[in-house]
């Protein structure tokens, strides 16, 4: 008997592999060297600090494994990779030009390393030893393109006239028709990987949405993403005023003892000068949304009246979600998604009021908040972003380890429903309990409709039935998240997901109030 | 019982502590078996975490221990 099938999602993560290993000693590699102010060049001793053995232990070679590291590096440091074929020094005047403290990272953020590229076949249905050439061959007979046959006493798909529509791996007695494919691309919801010239897998920047779904699931680590870290770390150094606004999936994160007080006296420790929950933004969104909702409760009661094309409130925080809603159905996104920006944003707009000069820095699982900066509104306010992954890096680097430290000050800048954001259909609770708050007694318990979906590959489908109207009754809240389980699931995540979904929930219970209407008005 | 403690400090948690303490926590025989506690940074990680993940099985300190290593050792000592 087998095991349950996991899908793609599930496969990898949470489990530690040398891929992870070496992932994030480059980061605490590449920390450590700024810290430590050393000069620029360097960093061409660090590849020989990850790849320290003589002998190959990963690839064909140690000069393969560090010329990867090498790219990896450069990632770190947020430059461009270097073409393929284009191998100089790493340290180039480029180094230079990124230990500055103002902003120099470029699209794209997902990038492709292609000397680490082992590229995969494309997906397609392959005969595997298990098949006995057994005499009744159901796949022969099931397939519609006649593309296989019996050769020399085996199944054979002949892969031209394949159109993998899986037929024949259904009906085999053995299961000898595997599928393969290529898990970057299983894990990419919106299609955007595809092979270039010579197989390597290749990003198509247009459909890209920034998720970093295929950084995770890259099983030779050849995905990775470029990192702000250096720039924040001299930003620190330089004396600046650097403050953090941290996600409300950070709970559990850095371990079951690094409680969130201790977390907040680490971050301060390394030289933050004030700390905020971005649940706070993710309050001011709700009570927006829910804000939107009420209109479009009263405005469906008297639909004769009103213009508005408006159908549902589609959530807004997730970038990704976003921004592939935009893309593939632009007039649905446009009428019914949510104007408002992201937490990330509204809590950056708190801090900046305090404190116009002020760099911002959002801690968070997510890779596609670095997309985000690159809209000019969002760009004034938030200034970096780092993912929990590199945070601990820099914690390394600068020795510090919270579960060390004392319990100053707790955290508490937010309602319990904002600090349940980063689990999937948390937001849609989030509106609805708002929205129940707002309306007049006599609606309190009017039926409000919620969908909700996770993964890209799930929000999309979800998208196209809302297109055509399958849904019934038709919901008003659509709440749509592109990683799997939600934020917790997020590529600079740590924690596996059962236990930063139950501390997510714990630390939620913890806050003062429930509602982000009862506190906000008090401030 | 056997008794487990986990390192918890940062440089074990960024290498792999974590998800031993998720495979411990997901195995009834070990949970039935076993004592896990997590612990603060037991100073075996050296460092640039070259030792991480460190765990403590019965007071003896194990270093840079993979997964199926962990278990290994644990089924010895639950069959002893």
Known sequence: MGKKDLNIFEKMRGIYTPVTEIRRKVLAAVARMIVEDQPPRNIE?????????????????VFKERAIVRERIRLAFGMELKEFGAHGPIHDDDVINTITDSKILKRPIVNVIKAGCERC?????IVTDLCRGCIAHPCTSVCPKNA????????FIDQSKCIRCGRCAQVCPYNAIAYRERPCAAACGVKAITSDDYGFADINYNLCVSCGMCIVSCPFGAI?????????????KKGKRVYAEIAPAFINQFGPLATPAKIHSALLKMGFLDIKEVALGADKVVLKEAEELVKLIKQKKEPHISKDQRNFIGTSCCTSWK????????????????????????????????DPEGIVVFIGPCIAKKEEC?????????????????????????????????????????????????????????????????????????????????????CLKMLKKLKSEKYDPKPLVVEGMACPFGCIGGPGSLSSLNRAKIAVKKFAEEAENTLPSEYLKKK | MIKIEICCGLNCLAHGGQELLDILENNEKYKKNCEIKCVNCLNECGDTAENSPVIKINDKIYKKITADCMMNLIENFISK
Do not use: W
């Open chain 1, 323 to 354: 921004m592939c809603a935009d893309h593939h159905f632009p007039n649905l996104a446009k009428n019914n998604i949510s104007e408002s920006f992201a937490p990330m944003v509204e809590t950056a707009r708190v801090i900046k009021n305090k």
């Open chain 1, 224 to 236: 990775g993403e470029k990192s702000e870290i250096v720039q924040i770390i001299t930003a620190i």
């Open chain 1, 148 to 155: 296989v046959s019996i050769q020399k006493g085996k199944s």
């Open chain 1, 374 to 458: 690159f809209i000019p509104e969002v760009k004034s306010l938030v200034d970096f972003v780092m993912t929990f992954e590199e945070l601990v890096a820099v914690f390394q680097a600068f020795d510090i380890d919270p579960v060390d430290l004392t319990e100053e000050e707790s955290i508490n800048d937010a309602s319990s429903i904002g600090r349940n954001f980063p689990v999937a259909g948390g937001v849609a609770q989030a509106i609805i309990q708002q929205t129940r708050a707002l309306l007049p007694e006599s609606e309190k318990n009017c039926d409000i409709t919620h969908i909700n979906a996770d993964t890209l590959a799930e």
């Open chain 1, 121 to 125: 076949p494309e997906h397609s249905f």
């Open chain 1, 45 to 61: 001793y660090i590849p020989y600090q990850i790849i320290d053995k003589d002998i190959p232990t990963y690839r064909e070679s």
